[in-house]
T-cell receptor, first 116, second 113 residues
C-alpha cells in the first residue's frame, strides 16, 4: 500500500511556542491530505482537509489561525500548532488517499505532542 | 454533518470465538465505510472496507456487511486470535477521496486466552 510518513514522531514544547509537523506521501502524489487529532482513549477527529495549491478547509470548531496548514507540494503538507497550550497536547495523524478519486486512506505514524 | 455511532465500546471474547462490532451512520450520502485496527500508540491500519454498491465483503477471517436502508454496517471477525486484540474503529465518508473520514468512538476488543 501507499506509504505516508510524519515528522517528528514526538515533540515536547513549552507553552506559547509553535510546533510544525510534516506529513509526506513517499511513493505517490497527494493533492489532498487530511489532518486528524486523537486524544488519549478517544477516537480520531478530523481537523482539516489540506489541498495542494489552495487554502485548507477546516472542520467546525477548529481554529484556522491556531492550526496553520500548508500544502506546498504534491507530497508534503505541514501542520503548525501556533502558541501551543497544554490542552493542545494530543496525537496528530495525517492521512492521504492513494490516488485522486480513491477513497482508501493511508495514515501516517502520527506525532505525539506534549505541551508543558 | 455525518455522525457515526459504534457499539460496543468494549468487547471481550474467548480465543477462537467470533466478534461482531456494529456501527450506524446518519448521512445517506455516505457511500464508503472502512474499518481500522489501531494498536496502542500506533497508526490506524485499514483492515477492510466496503462501498455502498456492495452488501458484504470478506477477507479471510474478516467480513463486513452493509445495510444501506437501515444505515448500519458491521465488522465480523471469526476464529479470533490473541493478535486480534486492539481498538477497532469504523468510519464513513461520502467518497471520492475528497472528504475526510468520520470515525466511530472505537471498540476495544479483548481476546481472552
Amino acid at each position: 500500500g501507499a506509504v505516508v510518513s510524519q515528522h517528528p514522531s514526538w515533540v515536547i514544547c513549552k507553552s506559547g511556542t509553535s510546533v510544525k509537523i510534516e506529513c509526506r506521501s513517499l511513493d505517490f502524489q497527494a493533492t489532498t491530505m487530511f489532518w486528524y487529532r486523537q486524544f488519549p482513549k478517544q477516537s480520531l477527529m478530523l481537523m482539516a482537509t489540506s489541498n495542494e495549491g489552495s487554502k485548507a478547509t477546516y472542520e467546525q470548531g477548529v481554529e484556522k489561525d491556531k492550526f496553520l496548514i500548508n500544502h506546498a507540494s504534491l507530497t508534503l503538507s505541514t501542520l503548525t500548532v501556533t502558541s501551543a497550550h497544554p490542552e493542545d497536547s494530543s496525537f496528530y495523524i495525517c492521512s492521504a488517499p492513494s490516488a485522486a478519486g480513491i477513497e482508501t486512506q493511508y495514515f501516517g505514524p502520527g506525532t505525539r505532542l506534549l505541551v508543558l | 454533518g455525518e455522525n457515526v455511532e459504534q457499539h460496543p465500546s468494549t468487547l471481550s471474547v474467548q480465543e477462537g470465538d467470533s466478534a461482531v462490532i456494529k456501527c450506524t451512520y446518519s448521512d445517506s450520502a455516505s457511500n464508503y465505510f472502512p474499518w481500522y485496527k489501531q494498536e496502542l500508540g500506533k497508526r490506524p491500519q485499514l483492515i477492510i472496507d466496503i462501498r455502498s454498491n456492495v452488501g458484504e465483503k470478506k477477507d479471510q477471517r474478516i467480513a463486513v456487511t452493509l445495510n444501506k436502508t437501515a444505515k448500519h454496517f458491521s465488522l465480523h471477525i471469526t476464529e479470533t486470535q490473541p493478535e486480534d486484540s486492539a481498538v477497532y474503529f469504523c468510519a464513513a465518508s461520502d467518497g471520492g477521496g475528497a472528504d475526510g473520514l468520520t470515525f466511530g468512538k472505537g471498540t476495544h476488543l479483548i481476546i481472552q486466552p
